[in-house]
């Protein structure tokens, strides 16, 4: 599972140093970046049980 998060902080940091072409792109980017921090969290809690 280790795994699997760091590549999604990985994806995170992408979408961080992604420069949004427009306002539609940047709301994409946002949803995207929420989405996959919370699957990240709840990763990270789960395996901390």
């Known amino acids: 599972m280790n ?3 760091q590549t999604l902080k990985q994806i995170l940091n992408h ?3 992604t420069e949004p ?3 539609a792109h ?3 980017l946002n949803q995207s970046y ?3 921090k919370s ?3 709840t990763l990270e ?3 901390a049980q």
């Open 3 to 5: 795994t699997d998060i």
């Open 15 to 17: 979408i961080l140093r």
């Open 45 to 47: 809690k789960y395996q």
């Open 26 to 28: 940047a709301a994409l």
């Open 34 to 36: 929420a989405s996959i």
């Open 21 to 23: 072409a427009d306002k």
């Open 39 to 41: 699957a990240v969290d």
